[in-house]
């Protein structure tokens, strides 16, 4: 399984952005969730929430109110909706696909989109 983001750009402070994240389908590993990072240069990880099976989503505090997350686990592709958008919100956005199989579970990192907020 290989997440892939899309979606990445510049953007003016209190703009909008929507990630994608689509995930390659594999024989051996089905995907339980998905998961948004970032990392800002300089910055540690971030996370910012999680997509579940059904459709149940957790966005962690910081990100409450201006993302929100959406999409279906079972397709293998989730979104990140950002809106007002602030400077320090320039990063590296990155989609996790959590994976099991053969008894196993694995966290399946995408290569990230760049997201840059400035005027």
């Known amino acids: 399984v290989q997440p892939m983001e899309s979606g990445g750009g510049f953007v003016q402070p209190g703009g909008s952005l929507r990630l994608s994240c689509e995930a390659s389908?594999?024989?051996?590993?089905?995907?339980?969730?998905m998961i948004w990072y970032r990392q800002g240069s300089g910055k540690e990880r971030e996370r910012i929430g999680t997509l579940k099976r059904g459709g149940v989503t957790e966005l962690q505090d910081p990100f409450k109110g201006r993302f929100s997350i959406s999409g279906d686990v079972a397709l293998n592709t989730n979104f990140l909706q950002m809106t007002s958008l602030k400077p320090e919100d320039t990063a590296v956005y990155y989609c996790v696909a959590v994976t099991t199989g053969g008894g196993k579970t694995y966290a399946r990192w995408g290569q990230g989109t760049q997201v840059t907020v400035s005027a």
């Open positions: 389908r594999s024989d051996s590993e089905t995907v339980s969730s």
